[in-house]
C-alpha cells in the first residue's frame, strides 16, 4: 500500500524558515515523479512544486518561485520542502502526492501557519 | 495556464438523489483529468482518475465521463457519507491546477 506521511509543520513568523519532509513507503521511490500541493484555510487546492524521480527536473508555482526549494533524498525514500522568507499567504496545509500506476495518492498532510 | 471552472457552486439534494457535477478546462486535458472529495478536516480521497477510471475500493456508485474540455461527474444514488465537496483537477499541463470545488450539501 502507498503510504506519505508529511511532518514538519508548525507555526512560523513572517519571514522565518520551516522544512517539510514527506516519507514515503509502498513503491519503488526513485522512480516516481511528486509534489507538494497546499490548501489554505477555507480555499481550495493549489500545486506548489514538482520534482522528477532523479531529482533533476524541478518546477515551481509563481507565488512561491525563489523562496522555496524542493528535493527528495532516493535513499531515505523521502521528499522535502525547504520555505524560507513566509508570508502569511503560505498559511496552509500542504500535502505531498505521488501518482504510481496512474492513480493519485495525497498524504494527510501538514499545517503550516505564518503569524506573528 | 489551465483553469478548471466547476459547476455549480453548491448543489442541494437529498438521499437517494443522483448528482451530477461539471467541470470546464479552458483548453484540453485530453482525458488527464481527476475527481476527488474533500471532507472537512480531511485530506483529499482520490475518487476518478483519468477521467473515468475509479479509484481502488470506490463504489460503483460513482463515476466519471468525458475528454478535452468537458467532464461529468456523477453520483448515481446519494448515501449520506457522500455530502462533501467534490474538486476536479488536471495534470495535463504545467502548472498543476484544480477546480474551485462543488458543495454537495444535504437538503
Known amino acids: 500500500e502507498v503510504q506519505l506521511l508529511e511532518s514538519g509543520g508548525g507555526l512560523v513568523q513572517p519571514g522565518g524558515s520551516l522544512r517539510l519532509s514527506c516519507a514515503a513507503s509502498g513503491f519503488t521511490f526513485s522512480d516516481y515523479a511528486m509534489n507538494w500541493v497546499r490548501q489554505a484555510p477555507g480555499k481550495g487546492m493549489e500545486w506548489v512544486s514538482h520534482i522528477s524521480g532523479s531529482g533533476g527536473t524541478r518546477y515551481y508555482a509563481d507565488s512561491v518561485k525563489g523562496r522555496v526549494t524542493i528535493s527528495r533524498d532516493n535513499s531515505r525514500n523521502t521528499l522535502y520542502l525547504q520555505m524560507n522568507s513566509l508570508r502569511a499567504e503560505d498559511t496552509a496545509m500542504y500535502y505531498c502526492?505521488?501518482?504510481?500506476?496512474?492513480?493519485?495518492?495525497w498524504g494527510q498532510g501538514t499545517l503550516v501557519t505564518v503569524s506573528s | 495556464e489551465i483553469v478548471l471552472t466547476q459547476s455549480p457552486a453548491t448543489l442541494s439534494l437529498s438521499p437517494g438523489e443522483r448528482a451530477t457535477l461539471s467541470c470546464r478546462a479552458s483548453q484540453s486535458v485530453s482525458s488527464n483529468l481527476a475527481w476527488y472529495q474533500q471532507k472537512p478536516g480531511q485530506a483529499p480521497r482520490l475518487l476518478i482518475y483519468?477521467?473515468?477510471n475509479r479509484a481502488t475500493g470506490i463504489p460503483a456508485r460513482f463515476s466519471g465521463s468525458g475528454s478535452g474540455t468537458d467532464f461529468t461527474f456523477t453520483i448515481s444514488s446519494l448515501e449520506p457519507e457522500d455530502f462533501a465537496v467534490y474538486y476536479c483537477?488536471?495534470?495535463?499541463?504545467?502548472?498543476?491546477?484544480f477546480g474551485g470545488g462543488t458543495q454537495v450539501e444535504i437538503k
Open positions: 502526492d505521488v501518482k504510481p500506476g496512474g492513480v493519485i495518492v
Open positions: 483537477h488536471q495534470r495535463h499541463n504545467w502548472p498543476l491546477t
Open positions: 483519468d477521467a473515468s
